[in-house]
């Protein structure tokens, strides 16, 4: 069986960080996170995105969050850590780390902090990422999230890597919120896994030959995101459930992602240690954390019972 038989497909929450008095990562209660995620329909976990505050931790906070669930009993191959960096030699050392402790991927942002960079210049640090990674192992997601890094992924550098690393680059995370650019990338690029970043685009997206969804409020709804890919897959209507999991990410969307996240999980599992964030992010007031749990409330969606 090749690297590419083992893409991930399927739904991946995009992984909450809870975190310690201190702020620092939480390990324990982010393995017991994980844990349930996967035992609730997950296909995978990308940690370390946005979501899960990545960019507010240090490279060697994220290391040990990688090497933390590994050694808590998350299976390797269902990690898909964030590795991208404005750092070359940062992005390749977390890599590194990600293949060596077995992970199915990494998912890569482009370096976002010049801007307008050309796509010679960014398929130069994706080159040298595989380069210096040199591992036969590694199956890069690139990470086009132009609104967040302001650094789109284009078609021609999807292109250009691929004429030269098919084996490295397997797929992309797409957050755009553009279907066209989503159902565009995976029609012209066959085997490229293209993964929805929003909940509400997944069906339309595997009906144009997608992989699956890498989401923020898959934390909260996992089971009837990934019954919508699998029953898809079976060929089964599945309309229904879709229109649940867009309910689910049209509520948490009118409020700060992580914020509210953290706030309904909380909730579900009666442990304030969800409460807090990095700054500059804070948490909701009480007023607006009321206001998210009536409309959450107002779907009906349940979350399976706590771990």
């Not at 994220?62 to 299976?75: D, K, Q, S, T, Y």
Request: hydrophobic share 45%; net charge negative; aromatic share 6%.
């Amino acid at each position: 069986m090749s690297l590419k038989d083992n893409r991930f497909t399927g739904v991946l929450p995009a992984a909450l960080t809870p975190l310690k008095e201190d702020l620092t990562p939480n390990d324990a209660l982010m393995a017991k996170h994980c844990h349930w995620l996967l035992n609730n329909g997950s296909a995978g976990l990308a940690i370390l995105g946005t979501t899960g505050e990545a960019n507010s931790f240090s490279l060697k906070e994220r290391i040990r969050i990688i090497e933390n669930l590994v050694e808590a009993g998350i299976p390797g191959e269902k990690l898909l850590p964030g590795t991208g960096s404005c750092s070359l030699t940062d992005a390749v050392e977390l890599t590194r780390v990600a293949v060596n402790a077995g992970a199915g991927g990494v998912l890569m942002l482009p370096p976002f902090y010049y801007k307008n960079p050309s796509d010679e210049g960014l398929y130069a640090f994706f080159s040298e990422v595989i380069q210096r990674v040199a591992d036969p192992r590694l199956q890069i997601y690139l990470y086009h999230f132009p609104q967040m890094s302001a650094t789109p992924i284009t078609y021609n550098l999807i292109e250009m890597l691929l004429k030269d690393y098919p084996d490295a680059i397997a797929g992309m995370k797409d957050s755009s919120g553009v279907l066209e650019n989503m159902t565009g990338a995976a029609e012209k690029f066959p085997g490229f896994h293209v993964l929805s970043g929003a909940d509400d685009l997944l069906l339309p997206v595997l009906e144009k030959g997608g992989a699956g969804a890498i989401t923020a409020c898959a934390n909260v709804c996992c089971s009837p995101l990934s019954a919508v890919h699998d029953g898809f897959r079976a060929g089964t209507d599945v309309s229904a459930l879709h229109e649940q999991v867009t309910a689910v990410r049209h509520t948490i969307a009118n409020f700060p992602l992580q914020s509210a996240l953290k706030a309904l999980i909380a909730r579900h599992t009666g442990n304030d240690e969800w409460l807090r964030l990095r700054p500059p992010l804070h948490l909701l007031s009480e007023e607006k954390t009321a206001e998210l749990f009536n409309a959450f409330d107002a779907i009906g969606h349940e979350l399976p019972a706590a771990a």
